[in-house]
T-cell receptor, first 114, second 117 residues
Framework: AQSVTQLDSHVSVSEGTPVLLRCNYS??????LFWYVQHPNKGLQLLLK??????LVKGINGFEAEFKKSETSFHLTKPSAHMSDAAEYFC????????????FGTGTRLLVSP | GAGVSQTPSNKVTEKGKYVELRCDPI?????LYWYRQSLGQGPEFLIY????????DSGLPNDRFFAVRPEGSVSTLKIQRTERGDSAVYLC???????????????FGPGTRLTVL
């Protein structure tokens, strides 16, 4: 069965420093992978998605992620953190069915200090 | 051009009561999904509609949970005989087609926070 593991429940960075949020996936087939962000009292927003095209995926707000099949990873990165990036981030994989039943990781809370 | 909306934003009820949670998807989206997010967890799939029919309800935890989408637009999630363990944020999402794994973005509403006392 498909699943994702987010290796860190919390990540703290200083404004202007790089961000790395780690995600490993488990899938029997070629997966579709996503990163969603959830700001307090707001809905989940799609940051980026991988659907077997380019392995380096660029998303909104300067985020990007690289699909590495050999490592079964899909880590999220950003070169320089901004205060507004503080939020909960979810790595997501789809099940191998005809539609997108999303399977979420447990989330990583990103804290950004001035 | 509005996004997915959910009402109420907060619902407090007593154990044993019946509740209804409403979801208004983005206009023209044929696929609608319900997820449940417990405190400190990621959302978990409950049910998926393609048009008016529930294409997959395998995530519903038990027969106290039921959802409908009679006209293929608005959906209502119904919970009978609520229990304290039902307390969570219930999220609704919609997508344009619902087909083609990974190709169809799901847009989420802000959620309904359900508290069962």
């Amino acid at each position: 069965a498909q699943s994702v593991t987010q290796l860190d429940s919390h990540v703290s960075v200083s404004e202007g420093t790089p961000v790395l949020l780690r995600c490993n996936y488990s899938s029997s087939y070629s997966p579709s992978l996503f990163w969603y962000v959830q700001h307090p009292n707001k809905g989940l927003q799609l940051l980026l998605k991988y659907t077997s095209a380019a392995t380096l995926v660029k998303g909104i707000n300067g985020f990007e992620a690289e699909f590495k099949k050999s490592e079964t990873s899909f880590h999220l990165t950003k070169p320089s953190a901004h205060m507004s990036d503080a939020a909960e981030y979810f790595c997501v994989v789809t099940l191998d069915t005809g539609f997108q039943k999303l399977v979420f990781g447990t989330g990583t809370r990103l804290l950004v200090s001035p | 051009g509005a996004g997915v909306s959910q009402t109420p934003s907060n619902k407090v009820t007593e154990k044993g009561k019946y509740v209804e949670l409403r979801c208004d998807p983005i206009s023209g989206h044929t696929a609608l999904y319900w997820y449940r997010q417990s405190l400190g967890q990621g959302p978990e799939f409950l049910i998926y509609f393609q048009g008016t029919g529930a294409a997959d309800d395998s995530g519903l935890p038990n027969d106290r949970f039921f959802a409908v989408r009679p006209e293929g637009s608005v959906s209502t999630l119904k919970i009978q005989r609520t229990e304290r363990g039902d307390s969570a944020v219930y999220l609704c999402a919609s997508s344009l087609l619902g087909r083609e794994k990974g190709a169809d973005t799901q847009y989420f509403g802000p959620g309904t926070r359900l508290t069962v006392l």
